[in-house]
């Protein structure tokens, strides 16, 4: 493939050239939920030219969904994400290989998914399942990015790069562990602007940019229009 | 002592000094599946009762949000 063509435009950024590409054009990544966060994610990864994304969801898509979760159309009701994504995605671009993981995450798969992966993005909606995600890339000794969001709330974070955990950010893990996946009040943009940042923080990553969020909690809030960084 | 709480003012008797731990119970927010930063920096749960604050500190209390 002409790849100097297709990504010109992110080559031509010196941070990324032509090395970063190859680096991108040989990376495989895990996008664990793909709903609000994870349909931008997938879509930038994708249209980046991430040789092999994994896509893992068991749900299927909902008319509700459809406010924000930018993959999916009306059409799509009904039908397993994993599917519908691949599809679309595949649309996006012949130069990414699709993995669908059908079933979730769950405790019995994840290190076998998350092994096979240079790289985890979070694009969860329960707690459960990020700590699922905390505890497999901790063992296996991978990065993962974390995305969450909530009304007009976002929060952005790399684990597992510098010895700090999300587990260390919140260790009432039972508690929130046992809390309901998230069924709440969301703006619509809001998960297209943290999963965005989610994006360029992987492709940061795999590139070797020095800037980056490993160390910090990106705190957004679209409603005051405020953003900060926490140091962990 | 002048506190900042999610950047709204919080004001408290100079004579008492106030852990992080304190703070949360003055201003009642719940201690569990949330985490604290004082000025921009995480103070990990294990040491809220042990952190002092200082006038002027700014506390963010963090929510853990979990939508995805």
Known sequence: MNISERYSRQIMLPEIGIDGQRKLCSASVLIVGLGGLGSPVALYLTAAGVATIGLCDKDTVSISNLQRQILYSELSEGLPKTDVAARRLSGLSSHTKFELWSDGLTPENAADIIGAYDLVVDCTDNHATRFLIDDTSAALGKPWVYGAINEFEGRVSTFGIDGFRYSDLYPDRALLSAMPHAAGAVLGPLPGLVGAIQAAEVMKLLCGFSTNLVGRLLMIDLKSLTFNAINL | ?68
């Open chain 2, 1 to 68: 002592m002048k506190l900042f709480v999610n950047r709204e003012e919080f004001n408290t008797p100079d004579s008492v000094k106030l852990t992080v731990a304190e703070l949360l119970n003055q201003i009642q927010s719940r201690k569990d599946g949330v985490a604290v930063a004082v000025n921009d920096k995480v103070v990990r749960k294990v040491d809220w009762d042990s952190t002092f604050l200082a006038d002027g500190d700014h506390i963010t209390v963090i929510t853990a949000v979990c939508g995805g």
